[in-house]
């Protein structure tokens, strides 16, 4: 055979290109250039400002005092007795956290089981018919989010769309109760995101050799085995993408938990802008920020660290 | 569309061997209204065990479309599929044991070769061990022992066809269907595989069936040949059955050079048809295929069966003025302009001057009446 030959002539040829490759990244890496510099600008520096608030201490009608304190980081977790000073454990923050996490875990696995079938319906469309679809995909775009939080808003409530089809159909006698609930912010913050779900995940499936599905099918493999062994894996670097971009976004959301969340409940985005606000505790909103900013970072890495091995190298 | 009775020729399941693959008129429509295309009409054939069948056709055919209702990537809009005496024509390619190599070879690039060879016997759920079992004899059987643990995108060409092969063959199917695999291979290389091919469906004794636009590797490899053209099978038989005797005018075209020329048919007898050439010269043909009548018909012959002779001599054919001479080697293809202005192509070691007058003499039994 030639192929022995053949072989040493591909490992050669594949160093050479690795070594080409690492000369090709450094100069892509001044493409960056521009980008870092906005970053620099619009992100470190409000950040650095934020990070230097979080240890002094508030005014009296907002805006902070020059004075050292870390007060804003203690009050997250304990509650200050007024009387005597004493501190006190309390996890009504933390609670806040949580529900924030979870909402937008919920919201992330949800738009994920609805974003993945659309975007292979999308993928497995003819190349000419696809920006159509894409089109469409990224329609809700050219309507303010506000606005749009509001029509859903409007087809929740109790004398809304929904409650006007279940009660007159006579299904239900009292409308259906979904207004300023967590469903309610579930739904708004789905709706909301899911086209940041299906953009990466077509982009993914877009990739895919739809002949590799036709290998794994005649491989004996069945429609469900040729998606998690095929299709899932393939289509990582997408799902990674996506979750990333639905799960940041909906975990620091503001108008939909306000509008259809009804300030009931918090999350970390309302409280945050609260204490800025109404509250008049800029320390503390900040501190509440930067231990956001933290627990996203936090679950970025565990969640890239664990899911992007098999993306990495098909990506 | 009515499953009736088909029209295009059948191959004999000769040789007492069982027959494992059978077509019985199988159609297929891809399309619909004024757009809609047949890439199948009516087509039947029977592959027998442990035979490579090697389907022959140009682009658009509908060769490929006959493999990939084979493997289930397609159903049939009329027609049965019968693989071993079961008809599986609607079952799902993962009920059939029936395993594909992909033109593009279609490895998993997110798996090892290992991993894709084993791949369908893990989806079979047999258990590991013979998983690992399997997969090192597959590896040893394509040679590929030291790149079991590569990804594939480190290999050459010619190494993913042999993963692809191993990946395919692993299951033991009881067909093995191949999509032009080796279209994407260099000349030498592609040579190599070819021989390679034949000795793994011997050692393996599974049913080969191989799609090819190429007639070269046809006629190598083959125990028979199916020619398709728009979607119908033309012509069933082995390599030399197709190249000396082919039944009409697309096979005799589109297997190796051959000339066509126009003659009339005087007669048919015992040893052939006398027919009328151009020039007024009289030869005896044979015919293979049914249902020619006196008249005009299509005469062919290989350049090799032919050879030139003086101009002047009585065993001369036909005659004409030597045209241009083509060098390839070992040999020279003459060109030979007829009085009428046909151009005929004679295999020949001596040149002899352009525009010489000269003529060409049949070997006997060569010359054949074509169908059109």
Redesign the interface.
């Known amino acids: 055979?030639?192929?022995l030959s053949?072989?040493t002539?591909?490992d050669n040829l594949?160093r050479a290109r690795r070594i080409s490759e690492s000369t090709a990244r450094r100069r892509r890496l001044q493409l960056l250039m521009p980008a870092l510099i906005v970053i620099g600008i619009f992100g470190l520096f409000p950040l650095t400002i934020t990070a230097t608030y979080s240890f002094l201490s508030p005014g009296t009608y907002g805006g902070v005092r020059w004075e050292f304190s870390t007060d804003a980081y203690v009050q997250f977790l304990f509650q200050r007795d007024i009387f005597d000073d004493t501190l006190s454990f309390s996890d009504s923050y933390l609670r806040i956290i949580g529900r924030s996490v979870g909402l937008a875990f919920v919201t992330t696995i949800g738009a994920l089981i609805l974003g993945f079938p659309t975007a292979y319906f999308i993928a497995s469309k003819p190349p000419n018919q696809r920006n159509l679809w894409l089109f469409l995909i990224t329609l809700p775009f050219w309507t303010n989010l506000l606005i749009r939080t509001y029509a859903i808003l409007l087809i929740i409530r109790d004398e809304g769309l929904i409650n006007f089809a279940l009660v007159g159909s006579g299904l239900r006698s009292t409308p259906l109760n979904i207004l300023y609930t967590d469903p309610a912010v579930f739904i708004g913050l789905i709706y909301s995101y899911l086209p940041f779900m299906v953009l990466p995940l077509y982009a993914s499936l877009e990739k895919l050799?739809f002949?590799?599905v036709?290998?794994?099918?005649?491989?004996?493999?069945?429609r469900l085995?040729v998606l998690r062994?095929?299709i899932i894996?393939?289509a990582r670097p997408g799902i990674v993408a996506g979750c990333i971009l639905v799960f940041i976004p909906g975990l620091g959301a503001y108008i939909t938990p306000t509008l259809l969340g009804g300030g009931k409940k918090l999350m970390m985005g309302n409280m945050i802008a609260e204490q800025f606000g109404a509250s008049r505790n800029w320390p503390f909103g900040s501190a509440a920020a930067l231990i956001l900013m933290t627990v996203v970072m936090l679950a970025l890495v565990v969640y890239v660290r664990n899911s992007g091995q098999?993306g990495r190298?098909?990506g | 569309m009515p499953p009736e009775r088909n029209r295009t020729e059948t191959g004999q399941p000769g040789q007492g061997k069982a027959v494992m693959v059978r077509a019985d008129g199988v159609t297929k429509t891809f399309g619909r209204g004024a757009s809609m295309v047949t890439a199948l009409d009516r087509v039947s054939l029977s592959i027998n065990e442990n035979e490579f069948l090697t389907l022959l056709g140009p682009s658009g055919c509908g060769k490929t479309t006959l493999l990939r209702l084979i493997a289930g990537f397609e159903l049939p809009d009329a027609g049965q599929i019968l693989l071993d005496g079961q008809e599986i024509g609607h079952l799902p390619p993962y009920q059939r044991p029936v395993n594909t190599v992909f033109q593009s070879y279609a490895l998993f690039p997110h798996m090892s070769v290992a991993r894709n060879i084993g791949f369908g016997l893990e989806m079979q759920g047999r258990p590991a061990s013979e998983v690992a079992q399997t997969t090192a004899r597959m590896l040893a059987l394509v040679r590929m022992e030291d790149m079991a643990d590569r990804r594939t995108d480190q290999l050459s060409g010619g190494q993913q066809q042999r993963v692809a092969l191993a990946r395919a063959l692993a299951p033991h199917p009881k067909v093995l269907l191949l999509d032009e695999p080796l279209s994407a291979l260099d000349l030498k290389l592609r040579k190599n595989m070819q021989i390679e091919l034949k000795r793994l469906q011997n050692e393996t004794g599974i049913t080969f069936i191989f799609v090819t636009h190429d007639q070269e590797e046809a006629l190598t490899m083959s125990d028979r040949i199916a020619v398709m053209s728009a979607g119908r099978i033309l012509q069933v038989g082995t390599p030399k059955e197709i190249y000396h005797r082919p039944s009409s005018r697309f096979v005799a075209d589109f297997i190796g050079d051959i000339n066509i020329f126009a003659a009339t048919l005087e007669k048919t007898g015992p040893d052939g048809a006398t027919v009328t050439l151009p020039g007024g010269g009289k030869a005896v043909a044979q015919v293979h295929a049914a249902g020619v009548v006196p008249g005009p018909v299509s005469v062919a012959i290989r350049p090799e069966d032919m050879h030139l002779t003086a101009a002047e001599d009585k065993s001369a054919a036909i005659r004409g003025r030597i045209g241009n001479v083509v060098y390839f080697g070992s040999g020279n293809n003459v060109h030979v302009t007829l009085a009428d202005g046909t151009e005929v192509i004679v295999r020949s070691n001596e040149a002899g001057a352009v525009d010489s007058p000269v003529g060409i003499a049949f070997s006997p039994g060569k010359l054949q009446v074509l169908e059109d």
């Open positions: 055979m030639t192929d053949a072989s002539v591909a594949a050799d002949k590799l036709e290998a794994a099918y005649d491989l004996y493999a069945t085995q062994r095929v894996p393939l098999g190298r098909h």
